[in-house]
């Protein structure tokens, strides 16, 4: 699919400001994960995703870890957010969540209480409303024959208005923000975190004009399913939900297998052969012995 990666948009989605470009505009250029993050994630390892955000699955198909045209999923700068929001709740928000993201990127043992899962819910919800914009509609202002160009283009999705509404995205800014978004988190501690995964499944409502979304991510030992709109999908056990009402002890089991990361996506023929492929213990370890070796995730071809 095409990059859409340059798209700007008007007005700041978090506090509908008007964004003007250059040096004094008030347009900034927000890292998805926030600049302190990007710097910690990027030291350890080299992770490309697709910037198209449509993508159902990404590279492991490839047989490389890097994509063609594709930039280091930290270095994906978002042109919807205005500095005033950036450098002010934004930051603040990630600056609570940090210590705790990366206890849960590196796997370490922690308690992780009410308060920290309220703070990495709310970065998660960030995360999962700026890719909701960018995979929709928005600010676009194209006939509906060149709408339909351009989703056949850049991805179905953006034909879609965003799922979560404006309003409940202007609502980031307050402590209690209850969007229509289920935050799940859960430990993984096999190669998934090395190598490329960022997915977004749509799925459309057929009750509604909206798009219900699921984003699976890993990073290190972390990996997170955000599930956007009405989604009928059960996420397997081994993901918590962010908030519990009690601490949890991390790393929390049951960890979480291929099995499960990949079921969180579209079941198409690809993915239920990688899900085939990584059930068998034997051709399993084929597949991460060849990838520590070679940095090469190699999936032998489908029978
Ligand atoms: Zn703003």
Redesign the pocket.
């Known amino acids: 699919m095409a990059k859409d990666e340059h798209r700007k948009f008007r007005k700041?989605i978090?506090?509908n400001?008007e964004l003007t470009g250059g040096e004094n505009g008030t347009r900034s250029r927000e890292h998805i994960f926030g600049k302190s993050l990007a710097e910690f994630v990027s030291h350890k390892t080299h992770w490309v995703v697709p910037t198209d955000f449509d993508s159902q699955f990404t590279a492991p198909f490839d047989n490389t870890p890097t994509t063609k045209g594709s930039s280091p999923i930290t270095n994906i700068t978002s042109r919807s957010?205005?500095k005033?929001?950036n450098g002010g709740f934004l930051r603040e928000q990630l600056e609570d969540a940090t210590p705790h993201l990366r206890s849960l990127i590196n796997g370490s043992r922690f308690s992780f209480d009410p308060t920290a899962q309220e703070m990495v819910r709310l970065y998660l919800c960030r995360f999962a409303i700026i890719v909701d914009v960018e995979t929709s509609n928005l600010d676009l202002e194209l006939s509906t024959s060149e709408l339909e160009e351009y989703a056949a283009k850049h991805g179905p999705l953006r034909y879609f208005d965003p799922t979560i509404s404006r309003t409940e995205r202007w609502q980031l800014k307050s402590s209690d923000f209850q969007a229509n978004i289920r935050v799940l988190v859960g430990h993984h501690s096999g190669l998934l975190g090395k190598i490329i995964e960022f997915g977004v499944v749509p799925s459309i409502n057929p009750f509604a004009d909206i798009a219900e979304k699921r984003i699976s991510l890993v990073i290190g030992n972390l990996s997170i399913l955000l599930i956007i709109g009405m989604h009928d999908f059960v996420p397997p056990q081994s993901y918590i939900e962010l908030c519990q009402p009690d601490a949890i002890c991390w790393p929390k089991k049951p960890f979480v297998t291929y099995d499960d990361h990949y079921a969180t996506y579209s079941q198409t023929e690809q993915i239920k052969w990688i899900r085939q492929c990584m059930r068998q213990r034997k051709q399993r370890r084929k597949i991460e012995s060849n990838f520590n070796r070679t940095g090469i995730w190699k999936l032998p071809a489908p029978k």
């Open positions: 700041c978090f506090c400001s957010v205005c005033t929001c």
